[in-house]
């Protein structure tokens, strides 16, 4: 687009002037009276210009009246164009006509004002430099903490080397750090954490296999919940006999799901069900109502948002019904670990099993999951053997097993690291 600014004595006179030169395609961005003149700027597309001389035979009439000889543009008569300076003393006001086609085309031009997006943006400039300013001063002021933490308390900053080589996540090393007394003896303050840490697992015992009950097995696809579900199953059989128990399987879209299942249950003696949806569990457990143990296999969630909403309304309708656990792999990062069991959590989720152990390099991540969600854990697994790779969760093994994976990888915290927990104990704004 170009810009052009129009004078003339007249608004009737500039309008003439603008039609003829680049015809009704000139947009009026602006007008104003000054000086006894009027001044018209108008954007106009170049391309538009070489049509012009087509167009003005077209605009003889302005509001219906015909233009007066003189008033037309001196190219067409074929003299010079004249150059008005100021306004002859007879020349009349302007018709109301003519303003009024001009009035409404200066708000519709002036909506989007330039001053207020450029305030917007400069606005939105300065909050952006001052979180990156006060990001900054929290990063400098933490790693001022860290280093005059391990010169005043170098037991405590050795504590945090450990936690955070073990993968516990920041909120929960620092409760386990307040409860150290101040101490020089670095072995009884390593000892005082790693119990307080083991002190915070919750854990279930083998209550589903001496007891029975009805579970629920869920949790993501490859987690081996299936696997852990068929060791549940010969425990039960090798402690109780095959009498009580059944199989159940939800979920038709999983190809060989119940198949695998059936083929379990006849090599343990056990009967097998099959169901579309864990919605209709309540209408079978009327018939197996005289089951102490009954151990339900469910599919993955799925992938969409909707899918993943129905499943967990179907989970949460089962409390006061069944158990609702969930299997939470080892060998996930503690993210991902973390927003699995609060997820399943919402769902109904009161307990869990940790599985694929094997696998894992850490189980920090899982232990600060279980912590951080009361996620009991019922049941640990490793390997695929249904006799023996399915134990009791006990919290000192967890926590023995977690320092071993540390000892064995020789993993450690890099500085960079513990400055940026520094920053959990920091308020920069107080």
Same mark, same amino acid.
């Given at each position: 687009m170009k810009m052009?600014?129009?004078?003339?004595?007249?608004?009737?006179?500039?309008l003439r002037m603008v039609r003829t030169e680049h015809g009704p395609d000139a947009l009026i961005l602006w007008t104003r009276r000054a000086a006894g003149v009027v001044?018209?700027? @108008?954007?106009?597309?170049?391309?538009? #210009? @070489?049509?012009?001389?087509?167009? %003005?035979? #077209?605009?003889? @009439?302005?509001?219906g009246e015909p233009l007066p000889a003189r008033s037309m543009p001196a190219a067409s008569r074929g003299e010079p164009p004249p150059v008005v300076t100021a306004m002859p003393p007879s020349v009349p006001e302007p018709s109301s006509r003519v303003e009024s086609v001009v009035t409404p085309v200066i708000p519709e031009v002036r909506a989007p004002s330039r001053g207020t997006v450029t305030a917007m943006a400069a606005e939105a400039g300065i909050d952006g430099e001052l979180k990156a300013l006060r990001r900054l001063l929290e990063t400098q002021l933490a790693a001022l903490a860290w280093n005059d933490l391990t010169r005043r308390s170098p037991v405590i900053a050795e504590l945090m080397r450990l936690l955070a080589a073990l993968g516990v996540d920041r909120a929960l090393a620092a409760r386990l750090l307040d409860s150290v007394p101040a101490t020089d003896d670095l072995g009884f303050a390593r000892r005082m954490v790693l119990d307080g840490l083991q002190a915070e697992i919750p854990t279930l015992g083998d209550a589903w296999t001496e007891q029975g009950g009805t579970l629920v097995l869920t949790g993501p696809a490859g987690s081996g919940k299936t696997n852990a579900l068929a060791a549940l199953a010969a425990r039960w059989v090798l402690r109780h006999g095959p009498s009580g128990a059944a199989l159940v399987s939800a979920g038709e879209t999983r190809l060989g799901a119940f198949e695998h299942l059936a083929r379990l249950g006849r090599l343990l003696g056990v009967p097998t069900y099959q169901i579309g949806d864990v919605a209709e569990l309540p209408e079978l457990m009327k018939r197996l109502q005289d089951h102490r143990l009954v151990l339900v296999d469910t599919p993955a969630p799925g992938g969409r948002g909707e899918d993943?909403?129905?499943?967990?309304?179907?989970?949460?309708?089962?409390?006061?019904?069944?158990?609702?656990?969930? %299997?939470?792999?080892a060998t996930l990062q503690a993210t991902a670990l973390r927003a699995l069991a609060a997820r399943h959590a919402r769902w109904g989720a009161t307990a869990c099993i940790l599985t694929r152990l094997d696998e894992a390099l850490s189980l920090g991540g899982a232990i600060s999951a279980v912590i951080g969600h009361r996620l009991p854990v019922?049941?640990?697994?490793?390997?695929?053997?249904?006799?023996?790779?399915l134990r009791p969760a006990r919290g000192e093994e967890l926590v023995e097993r977690a320092v071993a994976l540390v000892e064995r990888h020789g993993t450690t #915290?890099?500085?960079?690291?513990?400055?940026?927990?520094?920053e959990g104990r920091l308020d920069v704004a107080s």
């Open positions: 052009q600014k129009y004078t003339a004595p007249d608004m009737r006179s500039a001044e018209l700027t @108008v954007a106009t597309d170049p391309e538009a #210009a @070489v049509h012009a001389g087509t167009l %003005a035979p #077209a605009l003889q @009439v302005v509001g993943i909403e129905a499943y967990g309304r179907g989970l949460a309708a089962l409390r006061g019904i069944a158990t609702v656990a969930v %299997a939470l792999p019922a049941y640990v697994t490793e390997g695929t053997s249904l006799t023996d790779d #915290a890099d500085e960079d690291l513990l400055t940026r927990r520094m």
